[in-house]
């Protein structure tokens, strides 16, 4: 067991669709701590950044425009960022939030529940969560400044 952070972004379609309030209580509900928090209108860079491991992937083109909301209509178009801390939390959170592809997750993760297949067939899944450490450490850098995050 150790603590550990993890970052997880509340994505365009969960605005559009007005999830945010669900996913924090869920998050909240298992016990993990929101160190950081704050909305991010997200810029091309920061979006191929962060889905840098992805690059040579089919759908990566889609991905960088689906995180940047332009696949949905959001006013001042923005995103919630996030960090959560605890006893195992980047698999913890992880489980919670479930399988990538929403048609797989389990019915009780916020994937299974909440997310799904659009018409064009992108994973509208709800949520970003960090995979593993060396990606958590990462992506919390990305995103986030260190006076952000409150520890
Ligand atoms: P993860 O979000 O569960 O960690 P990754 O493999 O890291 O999954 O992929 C990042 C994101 O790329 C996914 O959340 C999803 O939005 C999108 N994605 C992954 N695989 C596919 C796919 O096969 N088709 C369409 N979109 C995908
Ligand atoms: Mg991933």
Same mark, same amino acid.
């Given at each position: 067991?150790?603590?550990?952070?993890?970052?997880?972004?509340?994505?365009? $379609?969960?605005?559009?669709?007005?999830? +945010?309030?669900?996913?924090?209580?869920?998050?909240?509900?298992?016990?993990?701590?929101?160190?950081?928090?704050?909305?991010?209108?997200? +810029?091309?860079?920061?979006?191929?950044?962060?889905?840098?491991?992805?690059? $040579?992937?089919?759908?990566?083109?889609?991905?960088?425009? &689906?995180?940047?909301?332009?696949?949905?209509?959001?006013?001042?178009?923005?995103?919630?960022?996030?960090?959560?801390?605890?006893?195992?939390?980047?698999?913890?959170?992880?489980?919670?939030?479930?399988? +990538?592809?929403?048609?797989?997750?389990?019915?009780?993760?916020?994937?299974?529940?909440?997310?799904?297949?659009?018409?064009?067939?992108? &994973?509208?899944?709800?949520?970003?969560?960090?995979?593993?450490?060396? $990606?958590?450490?990462?992506?919390?850098?990305?995103? &986030?400044?260190?006076?952000?995050?409150?520890?």
């Amino acid at each position: 067991m150790s603590i550990e952070k993890t970052l997880i972004l509340i994505k365009p $379609d969960a605005i559009f669709r007005k999830l +945010t309030g669900l996913v924090l209580y869920r998050l909240d509900n298992a016990g993990f701590e929101m160190i950081a928090a704050k909305t991010v209108s997200v +810029t091309e860079e920061l979006a191929r950044k962060h889905y840098e491991a992805l690059k $040579d992937k089919p759908f990566f083109e889609e991905l960088v425009k &689906f995180i940047m909301g332009k696949f949905h209509n959001i006013p001042r178009n923005r995103i919630l960022a996030l960090i959560y801390k605890g006893e195992n939390a980047i698999q913890g959170v992880r489980e919670i939030v479930g399988a +990538t592809n929403p048609e797989d997750a389990m019915p009780h993760t916020i994937r299974g529940s909440l997310g799904k297949i659009s018409t064009k067939g992108l &994973f509208e899944n709800v949520v970003h969560a960090s995979g593993n450490r060396e $990606d958590a450490e990462r992506e919390i850098k990305l995103w &986030f400044n260190p006076e952000e995050i409150i520890e």
